[in-house]
């Protein structure tokens, strides 16, 4: 089975956070500059702060922490901000949950798969081809052409799982 799994979800502790978020800026720096797209400092501080927690987040909260830093910052300015870095393959929106999360693999253009604890809200985004494969041979099948896939899967993870079953 031909599947990449990037996850989200930080467990190991020899984590450093601050480099995460710090290859993250620099691979989007790169690729916008590659790609000639404008990075603007709020698209920037936008993309820091999804990073920042490695769990999805709202529009509304990107746009506290914004105000709380600037006083100024308005709705339309972070969606903008967010329909930029989604447009970039920077950051995926994850519908069920309203929310955003930044993309791991930025430079692959790849179909969204996701795993979304309804207890933690971590995130597992898969890149797995052969489900990409069978929705698109699904649909043809169905005389559909897809623009774009995006399957959110809701459960539970391993540790709040066992944290339910413990308890």
């Known amino acids: 089975m031909a599947m990449n799994t990037l996850e989200h979800r930080i467990e190991d502790t020899a984590h450093d956070h ?20 404008r990075f603007t400092s709020v698209r920037r501080r936008v993309l820091e702060l999804v990073w920042d927690s490695h769990k999805p987040i709202g529009a509304y909260d990107i746009l506290e922490v914004l105000n709380k830093e600037t006083g100024s910052a ?9 329909d930029f870095l989604i447009d970039a393959g920077l950051v995926h929106r994850l519908d069920s949950l309203n929310a955003f999360i930044g993309c ?8 969204g798969q996701f795993l979304i604890c309804l207890e933690c809200r971590s995130v597992t985004e898969l890149c797995d081809v052969e489900i990409e494969n069978l929705v698109t041979q699904t649909a043809d099948r169905h005389d559909f ?23």
């Open 18 to 37: 601050n480099d995460c978020v710090a290859d993250a800026l620099a691979t989007a720096e790169r690729l916008c500059d590659e790609r000639s797209l």
């Open 74 to 82: 308005a709705p339309p300015k972070v969606y903008r901000a967010l």
């Open 104 to 111: 791991p693999d930025p430079a692959q253009r790849h179909a």
């Open 145 to 167: 052409s897809a623009s774009r896939q995006m399957l959110e899967v809701e459960g539970l993870c391993k540790s709040c799982r066992t944290a339910a079953q413990s308890a």
